[in-house]
């Protein structure tokens, strides 16, 4: 509607400007100010009939284009002055052209009525003949110069509009693809830590709980209260932890003093709930990241939970050790061991890798029937 309004103002200006002019004109006679007008009467009249749909319907544009070269060519024809239309006559017919070939067909059509035109006003002489092939000419070269430079604008604006569309289009596709990798991420996380943390509370609870049943079955009421006792401190560290996720927080294990301390309150918790005896060989450790120290006791808590599980021993280490490479968590057991090759489901030692590969650590197992060691390795670069 934009490009419609402009042309209609553009045709409205013209013709006002060009009916002054014939009116104004001297030296031409009255049959050929009424032929002249009347031609540019219909020029404008056309435009505001039929030229104005013309950039919806080609029957509309085909229509106004034919009108315009007959109107254009017979109003010179009457008056030379009247060629003037041409400054705007040939920008039409570029922007309602529908294909460059047909525009171009257009323009020829229209300089060889207004070169007709100027031919029978001036008679056919050879110099009235050369005057208006070379004007005819000109206006045909330049019009057509300059309609094709303004479609190749036209093209590449066109182009430059379908790239935009389609970063655009790309951006959100992007930003759909990383909410949800971002979804799926938040979700792996959440999994692990429930498993690392409530899951295995929740595992040693039912422990306990067994062994409470056991006690009163044999009428020890001092070995059950302590069971009770041992249920009431892993129910309460169940339920800090939970807080603790939904809340996005630390780790509850991870206090201001430091990871030897987390590991040593590790082993105890564990040592009470099975009987397992747990040391911990953790001394002179440089000061980590607390997102690492995340990573050391959620590896040492899944390697106990496994030899709790699985591992049948009586006897565990949780050994760390730094050097010019790293940080080293190992959790030696004296169970029964088992063929690290077997494929393994749930989220154990999978779970384990998982997480080191989120600080380009690496989990490596070694198991005999003497026992089994799992290390756990993360580089010195993501430590501090």
Not at 19 to 32: K, T
Not at 274 to 287: G, I, M, R
Not at 338 to 346: E, L, N, S
């Given at each position: 509607m934009g490009f419609v309004r402009w042309m209609s103002a553009a045709v409205i200006v013209t013709t006002t400007i060009m009916?002054?002019?014939?009116?104004?004109?001297?030296?031409?006679?009255?049959?050929?100010r009424i032929g002249a007008g009347v031609a540019l009467a219909v020029f404008g009249l056309s435009w505001f009939t039929v030229g104005m749909r013309s950039d919806t319907s080609p029957i509309a544009a085909f229509i106004f284009v034919t009108v315009l070269v007959i109107a254009v060519g017979t109003g010179v024809a009457?008056?030379?002055i009247m060629a003037t239309l041409q400054a705007l006559a040939y920008p039409l017919v570029w922007v309602i052209s529908e294909r460059t070939r047909n525009a171009i067909i257009s323009n020829v059509a229209l300089a060889l009525s207004v070169g007709v035109g100027s031919v029978i006003n001036m008679g056919l002489s050879v110099s009235a003949m050369l005057y208006s092939g070379t004007v005819t000419a000109l206006s045909l070269i330049f019009s057509l110069a300059l309609g094709l430079w303004i479609t190749q604008i036209s093209k590449l604006s066109d182009q430059r509009h379908d790239l935009v569309l389609e970063l655009q289009s790309t951006r959100d596709?992007?930003?759909?693809?990383?909410?949800?990798?971002?979804?799926?991420?938040?979700?792996?996380?959440?999994?692990r830590e429930i498993h690392d943390t409530i899951a295995q509370d929740l595992t040693g609870l039912v422990l306990v709980a067994q062994r409470a049943k056991r006690e009163l079955d044999n009428n020890n009421a001092a070995g059950a209260a302590e069971q009770l006792e041992l249920i009431e401190d892993s129910a309460r560290a169940a339920l800090a932890e939970t807080r603790a996720l939904v809340a996005a927080s630390a780790p509850v294990g991870l206090t201001g003093d430091g990871i030897s301390s987390a590991l040593h309150r590790l082993a105890e918790?564990?040592?009470?709930?099975?009987?397992?005896?747990?040391?911990?060989?953790?001394?002179?450790?440089?000061?980590?990241?607390r997102e690492t120290e995340v990573v050391v006791l959620r590896c040492a808590q899944?390697?106990?939970?496994?030899v709790r599980k699985h591992a049948n021993a009586t006897r565990a280490t949780i050994a760390v050790a730094a050097d010019a490479t790293g940080l080293t968590v190992a959790v030696t057991d004296d169970g029964g061991g088992?063929?690290?090759?077997?494929?393994?489901?749930?989220f154990g030692l999978e779970g384990m890798s998982e997480r080191l590969a989120l600080v380009n650590g690496r989990l490596d197992v070694d198991s005999s029937g003497a026992g089994t060691t799992v290390r756990a390795t993360i580089p010195k670069e993501v430590l501090a």
């Open positions: 009916a002054a002019l014939i009116v104004g004109s001297s030296g031409y006679g009255l049959n050929d009457f008056m030379p596709k992007l930003t759909a693809i990383s909410r949800d990798a971002g979804v799926s991420s938040e979700r792996e996380r959440l999994a918790r564990y040592t009470r709930e099975t009987h397992l005896t747990v040391t911990v060989d953790a001394a002179e450790l440089p000061a980590i990241a899944e390697a106990l939970a496994n088992f063929d690290p090759a077997t494929a393994h489901t749930g």
